[in-house]
């Protein structure tokens, strides 16, 4: 079978997959689960031998013109070169572990058919925007994942929050994808095709005549599906749907596309420094501002999804000084670690019944609960401080010496300024990101108070995936070397200075982290325990102002975490947590700029007062034109007609005299005037 062939497989199995499963799931549920792992299995195994096929050489292409579609022809067609064929085998081995994961934590979820059924759908959606080599095809695949991303985020659709999630993430993508719909258009009107290999010839000749205009359209959309600041605030709140869906959004699909795109077009951005520029501005703001949002969220998984956005800044970096080498590596590596944090994760949840790390930090022997999720867990957030000799470490050293090159002036393409806003930012993220995973397994893992709940040994399909996501996790790193040949074979090894400076940063933050727990902690034991809402009330009186707040505040989130209906729905039963202050290092890191950045800074309500309350007024302006304006008019052109009528009906009496009466009046009146008339003709 031949390498084209084998790549049209890959994303076309998920598809039928997930066909299958949509008009089997109620009438044979027997075969659901063999329908959403079987095909996603096939199509990650034929992955695999598609990217051992091509092996990081030349470029593999094939197209088909599907129908003539005018001047600008829009083709089926493949291109298939060393990062892309390394993006298809993350996306593959990513779905096909939440598929196996989600038999088991979604066992009992009466929707799982259609559920599993979408994650397929969203598997094969990707898997077309990274083979394919034209950009409308493309778009497509990138529409379909952001309808399947709505569903899925909304999959517990009879609780507010998800129901407001899944719309937030759509809107807010689709707001993006509007410019980025006007980009792509603009770019094949200049290139003169939507194929991919003839745009960048283009751009190699120089043919492109608006490349600062077109970059920035596409940025907008990447800004989007890519959850970079300023249309980053969607992806937070969509930890509302279930845990395994956060792992496929976050480390394989949806949001590593819109960094794929740039990578598969990074000439386009590159013919304009401006737009460098802007990335570069971009990546800073959003690596830092998640980072410092991250440490002050008390839901474990928003302090993922946040770590996902930063991450995403270091990739969108990469991009910003013109390498996509180190972009799509660290792309590839932070799918692997970032999906098993998620994993991990949901079996956190489902052991301790709860999404709150305040309420775990109150927990004693939740690590010995669970060991897989413990050391698979600590494996992954080693790799996310970018702790040697950890995946993370090799990726993201990879980027801050890409920056670094940029800054000192040896890149052909990248503005020096943008290197110096990469570097920077990424070393002060690195120091953030130590600290956040520092606190998060602290919290988690560390907990001091009322025993765990044992509800006995997790189901094999949740913790074997952990251990299969753990393996590249630890390894992925040592393959810097030749891994670099599949992309544009530029070095990914780290130098000493990035490595001092990046893994320097990373571990301040980790001991600093460590240092302020265990003064919270102290603080936290001696504060008097709260068993009841009388004796919380108490401590609240007795206690300093801090640390009543701190006891308040720890209460609401556990209160809040353990009835959100995942929660309810994958664990057995909720624990009896004693309430109580947590022991929290994030608010000692932050001070102040705690409350702020555990609201996100408040954007949500920046755009409500800019956006979304001016739309809300212009509505209600068009409601009172439309009903006191435009109503009036239309009422009033059948309310003549009407009253008329009116009057001719009062003359229609039935009686002949009045009739003949009528008619011998108006003979008079028609003979009067016309003898006046005929005497006025006369004289004149």
């Not at 298939?80 to 593959?92: D, E, K, S």
């Not at 972009?327 to 994760?345: D, I, T």
Request: aromatic share 8%; proline share 6%.
């Amino acid at each position: 079978m031949s390498t084209t062939t084998l790549a049209v497989l890959v994303p076309l199995l998920p598809f039928l997959g997930a066909v299958a499963g949509l008009l089997l799931g109620r009438r044979a549920p027997g075969f659901v689960r063999p329908l959403a792992v079987l095909p996603v299995l096939a199509s990650a195994v034929l992955a695999v031998l598609v990217a051992a096929r091509q092996g990081g050489g030349r470029p593999i292409t094939a197209s088909t013109e599907l129908t003539p579609t005018g001047s600008v022809p829009i083709d089926l067609s493949l291109y298939l070169n060393g990062f892309a064929v390394l993006v298809a085998v993350l996306v593959g081995v990513v779905a096909t572990c939440v598929q196996v994961y989600s038999t088991a934590y979604l066992r009992e979820d009466p929707r799982y058919p259609s559920y599993a059924a979408l994650v397929s759908l969203f598997t094969s959606a990707m898997l077309l925007v990274v083979y394919t080599g034209d950009l409308m095809v493309l778009l497509v695949g990138w529409e379909v994942m952001g309808i399947c991303s709505y569903f899925l985020v909304g999959h517990y659709w009879e609780t507010e929050a998800a129901r407001s999630a899944s719309l937030k993430a759509f809107l807010v993508t689709k707001l993006g994808d509007v410019p980025f719909l006007i980009g792509l258009f603009a770019l094949a009107a200049d290139a003169g095709s939507f194929e991919i290999p003839k745009i960048l010839g283009t751009v190699a000749a120089g043919g492109l005549d608006h490349p600062t205009l077109i970059a920035l359209l596409l940025l907008s959309g990447v800004a989007g599906k890519s959850a970079q600041f300023p249309l980053h605030t969607w992806l937070p709140d969509a930890m509302a749907g279930p845990t395994p869906v956060s792992a496929l959004i976050h480390a394989a699909t949806m949001v590593a596309a819109g960094v794929y795109f740039v990578a598969r077009l990074l000439p386009v951005f590159a013919a304009s420094a401006a737009a460098l520029v802007v990335m570069a501005v971009m990546a800073a703001v959003t690596m830092v501002g998640s980072g410092l949002a991250a440490l002050a969220q008390d839901d474990i998984k928003r302090v993922l999804a946040y770590s996902t956005i930063g991450q995403l800044g270091y990739m969108t970096g990469a991009l910003a000084v013109a390498d996509r080498g180190a972009a799509v590596f660290h792309l590839l590596s932070h799918g692997v670690f970032k999906a098993l944090l998620f994993l991990g994760a949901g079996v956190i949840i489902h052991a301790a019944g709860t999404n709150s790390l305040a309420a775990m930090s109150r927990m004693d022997g939740l690590a010995k609960r669970i060991p897989d999720a413990f050391w698979t867990m600590t494996i992954a957030l080693l790799a996310l401080a970018a702790i040697p000799p950890f995946a993370g470490f090799f990726s993201k050293e990879a980027v801050l010496v890409a920056a670094e090159h940029a800054a000192t002036g040896h890149s052909e393409s990248a503005p020096s300024a943008a290197g110096w806003l990469v570097l920077v930012a990424g070393v002060l993220t690195a120091l953030l990101t130590a600290a956040y995973a520092t606190r998060l397994w602290l919290m988690a893992f560390r907990g001091r108070g009322a025993a765990a709940p044992d509800h006995g040994k997790e189901p094999v399909a949740m913790t074997g995936v952990l251990w299969v996501l753990a393996v590249p996790s630890i390894g992925l790193g040592l393959a810097a070397g030749p891994i670099a040949d599949w992309f544009d074979g530029r070095e990914l090894a780290p130098t000493l200075t990035t490595s001092v400076l990046g893994t320097g940063a990373a571990a301040v933050g980790a001991v600093l982290t460590y240092a302020l727990w265990q003064r919270a902690a102290a603080k936290a034991a001696a504060a008097p325990a709260a068993t009841g809402p009388a004796a919380q009330a108490a401590a609240a009186t007795e206690q300093p102002a801090a640390v009543a707040a701190a006891v308040s505040a720890a209460s609401a989130a556990a209160e809040s975490a353990a009835e959100t209906p995942e929660v309810a729905e994958v664990t057995h039963e909720h624990p009896a947590v004693p309430a109580g202050p947590a022991a929290d290092p994030g608010r000692a890191l932050l001070g102040p700029l705690h409350r702020h950045a555990a609201d996100g800074f408040h954007l949500d309500a920046v755009y409500d007062r800019l956006f979304v309350r001016p739309v809300r007024a212009a509505a209600r302006l068009v409601r009172f034109l439309d009903r006191e304006v435009v109503d009036t008019y239309v009422s009033g052109a059948g309310a003549g007609p009407r009253l008329l009528g009116s009057l001719v009906r009062r003359a229609q009496t039935g009686n002949v005299q009045s009739y003949l009466s009528a008619l011998l009046a108006g003979a008079v009146v028609l003979a009067i005037a016309t003898a006046v008339l005929a005497n006025v003709n006369a004289g004149s």
